[in-house]
């Protein structure tokens, strides 16, 4: 019979036989799916709700009760942006305690008498301060009652012959730090996480059926009595692996970025923009890591004997890739130079930079890919010295 | 042709195999018998390359498997102990995927494997996936991808076991076809019939050491026994001290 397999070839074979197995389980294809939604499904629902929200600031009812007792105060309520005004229920506070209100406006009886006679004409302002929703809308109510005041005493000052300026002894500026804005950068910063991820569950599928799939079935034996090094059979299984990472990246970035065009981002005032070089710079990151994590879950997984024991080993990995990207979110300061070639923490930096849109050095993605590839092939070695090993090849 | 020489493997203090000495030649059928545990599949996991011995020298038509393991696998056809298959693939697929790591391509693979098919009977079932086989299916699967190469020699560990009548019969079959053809096939059973229904030559082996061999005649003359399964019993050694 004619022989004619080389290392080459029969690598070819490996990486077409992982293809069509892994295509054809449907738990794999979900995971990829299921996945590459999430992330997209996540950050379009955090973003929507955090719109709504600060839309529900934007466009209030105000209930007044009393209206008539203050007609040029309630007309200029209405001509602020945004702002309806309704009749006020029958018992204000029962209203507001039982949250069929957020806030209640009710104007004293003796406000016109007070008011033509410059005594503080009286407004209560009913809120429930344990309702976490109702609070903007409360705080939006107050401050436009306390302009309404500041105007009115400065025109006061002002028919006197005294400069308004002259009564404000200090000047508060509000700086908000936990603004909804500052929530959705937050948000975004989990985007190269999300990505990164995608190359992990994507390849997961392949690292661990080709490895403790073939343990568990008893597979192994027969296949390494074929005339083929370990080294070509490791390779095949972890570049088929390399290739369904790739795929679900693709995926899930490309559908996190044409998400992205729908996000209700001028409602949170952000500016923020996500296009095709960003994609391409997300993909020339994530790209160069994949063959790593897919070599380092093959290493991992070979070590299990059944499927559902590399799947454990794999969280445990999975939460361990996490950490250092929870705290680079948590704690964005200081940027090291040294952070860009630790694999995971290099990637999940320079995706920051690069949806920050800073410049970054070709050399740097150059070499960051490079060191990833390298540690990829010293893995993929270690997992083929794993497949001389009798427990390894034996051991069900 | 395949030659062993003081063989040794040990687990810990175990001595799984103890100076096993044999040879199997072009054309004839030779059994290796003996009970579970006997050190049968420890000899041929060291034969098919993937233990290694402590001791010893295999020669796979004059290759040294200890040395050029590469080399004896591609003279080597083996249905090994654990000869699990995968479930979302085809039984075509199983034996396309052993004849291309083996280096068979294009019209070679495809008549090799139509012929393995039609030859084991399987035709009708060759492009279901193996998931939902019969176990006399799966041996059948396992043996076409193991010999899809044409291998000179012929290695099978405990082929029929589990197997029903009618599947028994068709791997009797192939490895009468092998032997026919001039193969040199070596195959393991602990139980008696199947050896003496097939083999030109037998290996008893029992704790670890050979304890017998040669052709059913050479038994029964060594033993004193005319039945063979008394035989066997008596070289393995199982036979509880008998007050005679």
């Known amino acids: 019979m004619t022989t004619k397999s080389t290392p ?44 709504s929200r600060q839309r529900s600031v934007e466009d209030i009812t105000v209930p007044v009760v009393g209206a008539s007792h203050a007609p040029a105060f309630v007309n200029w309520l209405k001509q602020q942006a945004g702002v309806t005004i309704a009749d006020g229920p029958q018992d204000p506070e029962e209203a507001v305690r039982s949250r069929r209100e957020d806030v209640v406006v009710v104007i004293d009886e003796d406000f016109a008498k007070n008011f033509a006679a410059s005594r503080p004409a009286q407004v209560r302002l009913i809120s429930d301060g344990s309702s976490q929703n109702a609070r903007p809308k409360i705080q939006r109510v107050r401050q436009m009652l306390q302009r309404y005041g500041g105007e009115i005493g400065s025109l006061r000052l002002i028919a006197r012959g005294i400069s308004p300026v002259v009564a404000q002894a200090v000047q508060v500026e509000d700086v908000e730090v936990s603004s909804a804005q500052q929530r959705a950068a937050m948000i975004l910063g989990f985007i190269p996480l999300f990505v990164m991820l995608s190359a992990f569950t994507g390849a997961m599928g392949i690292s661990t059926d080709s490895t403790a799939g073939e343990r568990e079935r008893g597979s ?53 923009r996500l296009g095709t ?120 | 042709m395949i030659a062993i020489e003081s063989l040794h493997k040990r687990f810990g203090e175990v001595r799984a195999v103890d100076g ?83 280096g068979i391509t294009g019209a070679d693979l495809r008549n090799r494997t139509d012929h393995l098919l039609k030859m084991l009977d399987m035709t009708a079932i060759a492009d279901r996936r193996v998931a939902g086989f019969s176990h006399g299916e799966r041996t059948k699967t396992a043996l076409a991808r193991a010999i899809v190469h044409n291998p000179k020699n012929v290695l099978l560990d405990e082929p029929t076991n589990g197997l029903d009548v009618m599947s028994t019969r068709a791997v009797r079959d192939i ?3 092998l032997k026919g053809e001039g193969h040199t096939v070596l195959f393991s059973s602990h139980v008696m019939q199947e050896v003496s229904a097939l083999c030109d030559s037998i290996v008893v082996i029992a704790r670890g050491k050979i304890v017998g061999s040669g052709t059913p005649d050479d038994l029964r003359r060594q033993t004193g026994h005319d039945n063979l399964e008394d035989a066997f019993v008596a070289l393995s050694g199982l036979e509880p001290e008998a007050v005679s």
């Open chain 2, 175 to 177: 490895i009468r076809r």
């Open chain 1, 277 to 396: 070089p960003e994609l391409l710079g997300t993909m020339a990151v994530v790209l160069p890591l994949a063959p790593l994590i897919v070599a380092i879950q093959m290493y991992v997984a070979t070590f299990a004997k059944s499927f559902k024991e590399a799947q454990s080993y794999l969280s445990f990995l999975m939460m361990a890739q996490m950490i250092p990207g929870m705290m680079a979110t948590m704690n964005p300061t200081g940027t090291k130079a040294w952070m860009y070639y630790v694999p995971w923490i290099g990637q999940q930096t320079l995706l920051t930079d690069v949806l920050g849109n800073k410049p970054i050095a070709p050399l740097v993605f150059v070499v960051v890919g490079v060191v990833n590839v390298a540690l990829a092939v010293a893995a993929v070695r270690a997992t083929a010295g794993l497949l001389h090993r009798e427990k390894i090849i034996f051991g069900r």
């Open chain 1, 8 to 51: 080459m070839t029969q690598t070819i074979v490996v990486i077409k036989k992982e293809l069509k197995d892994w295509s054809r389980d449907r738990r794999s294809i979900l995971t990829v799916l299921m996945s590459s939604l999430l992330a997209p499904g996540i950050i379009f629902f955090m973003f929507n709700s955090m719109a």
């Open chain 2, 20 to 102: 096993v000495t044999f040879t199997a030649d072009d054309g004839k059928v030779t059994g290796l018998l003996g009970p579970n545990g006997a050190g049968k599949t420890t000899t041929l996991r060291m034969l098919y390359t993937l233990m290694r011995p402590d001791e010893g020298r295999i020669l796979v038509d004059g290759i040294d498997a200890v040395t050029d393991p590469q080399g004896a696998r591609f003279a080597l056809g083996v249905l090994p102990d654990q000869s699990g298959l995968y479930p979302r693939l085809t039984a075509r697929e199983h034996i396309e995927y052993f004849g291309e790591l083996q």
């Open chain 1, 220 to 272: 192994f034996e027969a296949l390494l009595v074929n005339p083929a090094p370990r080294i070509t059979i490791a390779s095949g299984k972890w570049l088929a692996g390399t290739i369904t990472a790739w795929a679900t990246v693709a995926i899930t970035a490309t559908l996190l970025f044409t998400m992205f065009r729908y996000l209700p981002l001028q409602d949170l005032g952000i500016r923020f």
